[in-house]
C-alpha cells in the first residue's frame, strides 16, 4: 500500500496537469527503507512528448546523487499519461528499476478526474496496490 500525503499527491496532480499535453515525470524521495514519501522532486521529461517520458540523464544523476548525501531513496516515481488510463505501459515497465519503488501514475485524459494509481513493478510483473491519502505524514 502507497500512504501518500494529501499536498505530495496534490502537487504529483497539478504537475501532470501542468505538462498536459506532455507526460509530467518526477520522484518522491524518502528516507532509506522507510517507505514514507516525502520530498517532493519535479522533473523535467527530457522527451517532452505525449506519450512517452525520460528523465534527463544529468537532471537524474544530480538527483540521485542529492538523494545519496540525505540518506534518502527514490519512494514514488511518477509520471502522466495523456490519453490512456493510468496504467504501465510496456516501456513503462521495461524502464523500471528501482525494486522498492511505488511507480505512480496519473492519467489526465479526463480534464475533470485525475486518474491516480500506483504499482509495484519488479522484474517484469506489475502489481497494483491500494492508496491511501493521508493528512498528515
Known amino acids: 500500500m502507497l500512504r501518500i500525503n494529501r499536498a505530495v499527491y496534490a502537487r504529483i496532480v497539478a504537475h501532470a496537469r501542468r505538462d498536459h499535453p506532455d507526460e509530467a515525470c518526477g520522484v518522491v524521495a524518502g528516507p532509506i527503507g522507510s517507505d514514507r514519501p516525502e520530498r517532493f522532486i519535479e522533473m523535467v521529461n527530457a522527451e517532452r512528448s505525449p506519450t512517452f517520458y525520460r528523465f534527463d540523464s544529468h537532471e537524474q544523476l544530480k538527483v540521485w546523487r542529492e538523494m545519496d548525501d540525505r540518506d534518502e531513496e527514490p519512494v514514488?516515481?511518477?509520471?502522466?499519461?495523456?490519453?490512456?488510463?493510468?496504467?504501465?505501459?510496456?516501456?513503462?515497465i521495461s524502464y523500471a528499476s528501482e525494486p522498492n519503488a511505488h511507480y505512480v501514475l496519473?492519467?489526465?485524459?479526463?480534464?475533470?478526474?485525475?486518474?491516480?494509481?500506483?504499482?509495484?513493478?519488479?522484474?517484469?510483473?506489475?502489481?497494483?496496490?491500494?492508496?491511501?491519502?493521508?493528512?498528515?505524514?
Not at 509520471?79 to 488510463?85: D, K
Not at 485525475?114 to 491511501?132: K, N
Request: aromatic share 8%; charged share 30%; glycine share 2%.
Open 76 to 92: 514514488v516515481i511518477y509520471h502522466s499519461h495523456t490519453a490512456t488510463e493510468a496504467y504501465p505501459s510496456r516501456t513503462d
Open 106 to 137: 496519473v492519467s489526465t485524459r479526463d480534464p475533470e478526474t485525475a486518474e491516480f494509481r500506483s504499482y509495484r513493478i519488479l522484474d517484469g510483473q506489475v502489481t497494483e496496490e491500494p492508496v491511501e491519502i493521508v493528512d498528515t505524514d
